[in-house]
């Protein structure tokens, strides 16, 4: 089974911090996408990435940023954390051209104080 | 704009039948999906439709009407371990994922 780690379930910062989402998985996928999920809005895109060092803004890309250097290994940044941005936070990856293999990871739920 | 409705919660019966609705506006579709999401618990894939029409999934079954924008999610004989929130998706024209905001059910005994 594919699997795609997310490395903290719950984490809790301050307001200004800079904080770093890590979401690893297992094979080799090229494609990478990073959301944030809050009650009554469902998930939307923050940063996809189909390729090492490729990254596309999704459709809420303010306030983050990502890195992609290595094939499995996909990181959200919050350059500098607010309190909107406490929300859960998933990562997916698929193989490319396979639209039903996405694989979630169990996301990380951040909250920002 | 892109629009994905579906109920907010629906309360069923054990053993009982349940049919989860979704509508969907967006821009180009290459098909639509249905998650299941258990609290705290990562989206897991239960079907994909791109033609109209019935498929059937052991208890799970999705429509897909694209004239309509309509999708169902038909779930049968329910057990206690179908409490959950079920996720509608479109695939957009870029290949995107669309979603709803989910549908929670409660299965009461």
């Known amino acids: 089974d594919v699997k795609v780690t997310q490395s903290s379930r719950y984490l809790v910062k301050r307001t200004g911090e800079k904080v770093f989402l890590e979401c690893v998985q297992d094979?080799?996928?090229?494609?990478m996408f990073w959301y944030r999920q809050d009650p009554g809005l469902g998930l939307r895109l923050i940063y996809f990435?189909?390729?090492?060092?490729?990254?596309e803004k999704g459709d809420i890309p303010e306030g983050y940023s990502v890195s992609r250097e290595k094939k499995e290994r996909f990181s959200l940044i919050l350059e500098s954390a607010s309190t909107n941005q406490t929300s859960m936070y998933l990562c997916?990856?698929?193989?490319?051209?396979?639209?039903?293999?996405?694989?979630f990871g169990s996301g990380t739920r951040l909250t920002v104080v | 704009g892109q629009n994905i409705d579906q109920p907010t919660e629906m309360t069923a019966t054990e053993g009982a039948i349940v049919q989860i609705n979704c509508t969907y506006q967006?821009?180009?579709?290459?098909?639509l999906f249905w998650y299941q999401q258990h609290a705290g618990e990562a989206p897991t894939f239960l079907s994909y439709?791109?033609l109209d029409g019935l498929e059937e999934k052991g208890r799970f079954s999705s429509f897909l009407s694209r004239s309509k924008g309509y999708s169902y999610l038909l779930l049968k004989e329910l057990q206690m371990k179908d409490s959950a929130s079920y996720l509608c998706?479109?695939?957009?024209?870029?290949?995107?994922?669309?979603w709803g905001a989910g549908t929670k059910l409660i299965i009461k005994p």
């Open positions: 997916a990856s698929r193989p490319p051209g396979q639209v039903e293999g996405y694989t």
């Open positions: 094979m080799d996928h090229e494609n």
């Open positions: 990435s189909y390729d090492v060092k490729m990254k």
């Open positions: 967006t821009s180009g579709f290459n098909g």
């Open positions: 439709n791109v």
């Open positions: 998706a479109v695939l957009d024209s870029n290949y995107q994922l669309i």
